[in-house]
């Protein structure tokens, strides 16, 4: 088990999802999801890792290109949504015996918590890995600033 100084606050997977959050899926590129259970066919697994500096989330995504990838930040709220082919079967008379891969829409929604900085966000897709760092920014609501009054 791997422990991690910092405790993630973070909510994945909320089922109760703000209208602004659903409207997020309507916003993907091409379309290719739409708001509702049924667009939705598989869950890739996720990691998220928290540090005081930022918030990074690893998804496992073997087989899956950039170009069928959404990463979308809005409102403390990060949607990973895309595509995965189904390769092609070379014998069409074959059955499967076995069949453990996903394939189809998917998404994953992860709740940010804490002021970040979705401007400064970066992702990168590499060996079937898809990693999205997220830098924090420091609270501003309830800081004390002291305005000089001039005579």
Excluded: N
Aim: negative net charge; glycine residues 8%; contains cysteine.
């Amino acid at each position: 088990m791997v422990e991690c100084p910092v405790v993630a606050r973070i909510f994945l997977e909320r089922r109760d999802l703000p209208d602004e959050i659903r409207q997020l899926f309507d916003a993907t590129e091409d379309g290719r999801l739409v708001s509702g259970q049924a667009a939705v066919q598989w869950t890739p697994p996720v990691d998220i890792l928290e540090t005081e500096a930022a918030i990074e989330i690893v998804v496992d995504l073997p087989g899956v290109a950039s170009g069928s990838l959404d990463v979308i930040c809005a409102r403390g709220t990060l949607l990973i949504a895309g595509l995965k082919d189904s390769p092609p079967c070379p014998q069409h008379e074959a059955a499967f015996h076995l069949a453990e891969r996903s394939f189809g829409r998917f998404a994953r929604v992860v709740r940010l918590t804490g002021p970040c900085d979705a401007g400064a966000a970066h992702a990168t897709l590499s060996a079937g890995e898809l990693r999205i760092v997220v830098p924090r920014i420091e609270e501003r609501r309830g800081r004390h600033i002291r305005i000089p009054v001039r005579p």
